[in-house]
């Protein structure tokens, strides 16, 4: 289970979220995602040291089918990072918060 | 955290991790159990368990997870999230270095750090994680309706998870090296009387391709014949490689495939460091044998610690 602590995106406020000058991460999860829960911590940690500078939501990919689809996405946890509605670069799986700092990064 | 010392410290909260966390609490041992992700470990990317005992209708892996740390936590498991980058295993003061916050000192260390799924490593697969490339059917096989799909291996997890696939994949194609199965029996037969369930012997597979999505994956049988499968995915689950770039491999005596050798009762080579769970150096990797060892590490720091004092 992602965080609860994670605000949810849908597929109606996705493209206005996203298409802020703010970068935001969209982390895609499901809540019968193993990966996706145990990346969750990792994500909540970046929430709060990104705070202000990033806004990182989640997509639950089962009540939200029509953005998982436009973006291709075939494996969750898949995290996306957009800046002004474009995505600038994405990850696949549970990585590491390295990993996940190194994504961010390239949109700030 | 204030407190960085502790008499025993457990490295990893997959079934070895948290049974030892659990051992640890009821013993009142002085413990930290460290997690990087969240409990559960690889048993969350198993979508049913079926031979862990005292679950007759079997458990779904994250079910598992989930009960065995709230087992633990019942006890007043002391844990938190973290990353191990390195460790000092030299001296007797065990010494943890962390990404974020200092160093943890221990008496004892059990390492129950685990595995995770190895790649085929030919070209095309890297390129194409979490584009069709994927080595979790519990996490990905919904996005696979109706569609065709690769799974390669031949041991439990691949027929396992091959038959899984098979509630959302149209057919599903299983390519072993082998003419025979590694899996259990009853895996085998249910994966044989499965009508979606296909079967290539005696090949491998050498590349995935595709450009924004998998398209294909091409093998090559023993007779050294080349061919084409045209799939959506591909999902490869040929064993594991040990989580252990923590670790210090020379000084725990490392096995050629980087899991740690212990002794019956889990101790390694360092005294006072115990090894739990598929880090461990052995044949059977299952969630029973983690657990159980995960209960005789806990016991053997108990007797590392009397013996010290």
Known sequence: MASDKINDVSDADFASITGSDTPCLVDFWAPWCGPCKAIGPVVEALADEYAGKVTIVKMNVDDNPETPGKFGIRAIPTLILFKSGEKVDQVTGAVGKAQLIELIEKAL | ?309
């Not at chain 2, 079926?50 to 007759?56: E, K, Q, T, V």
């Not at chain 2, 490869?236 to 490392?254: K, S």
């Open chain 2, 1 to 309: 955290m204030d407190k960085t010392h502790f008499q025993l410290i457990i490295l990893g909260a997959g079934p070895a991790g948290l049974t030892a966390g659990l051992y640890a609490a009821r013993a009142r041992m002085n413990h930290l159990l460290i997690e990087k992700g969240a409990e559960g470990g690889q048993v969350l990317l198993t979508d049913w368990i079926d031979n862990y005992p005292g679950f007759p209708d079997g458990i779904s892996g994250f079910e598992l997870s989930e009960k065995m740390a709230a087992h633990a936590k019942r006890f007043e498991l002391n844990s938190m999230f973290g990353n191990v980058l390195s460790m000092d295993l030299t001296e007797p003061i065990k010494r943890l270095v962390l990404e974020d916050g200092p160093d943890l000192t221990c008496d004892t260390l059990i390492i129950c750090s685990g595995a995770h799924p190895r790649p085929l490593e030919i070209p095309g697969e890297k390129e194409l994680i979490g584009k069709g490339v994927s080595y979790c059917a519990t996490c990905d096989a919904p996005f696979y309706r109706n569609m065709h799909v690769a799974v390669v291996g031949g041991g439990n997890t691949a027929v396992q998870e091959a038959s899984h696939l098979t509630k959302f994949a149209s057919k599903v194609t299983l390519i072993h090296r082998r003419d025979e199965l590694r899996a259990t029996k009853i895996l085998q037969e249910k994966a044989f009387a499965n009508p979606k369930l296909e079967f290539i012997w005696n090949s491998t597979a050498t590349k995935v391709h595709g450009t924004d999505g998998v398209e294909a994956l091409h093998l090559r049988n023993t007779d050294g014949e080349e061919s084409v499968l045209k799939v959506d995915g591909v999902f490869v689950l040929i064993g594991v490689l040990p989580n252990n770039e923590m670790l210090p491999l020379d000084l725990l005596q490392a096995d050629d495939g980087g899991f740690i050798p212990t002794d019956i009762e889990t101790r390694t080579a360092v005294p006072g460091v115990m090894a739990a769970g598929d880090i461990r150096s052995k044949e059977v990797r299952q969630v029973i044998n983690a657990a159980g060892e995960g209960a005789t590490a806990v016991l053997a720091a108990e007797q590392y610690l009397t013996n010290l004092s």
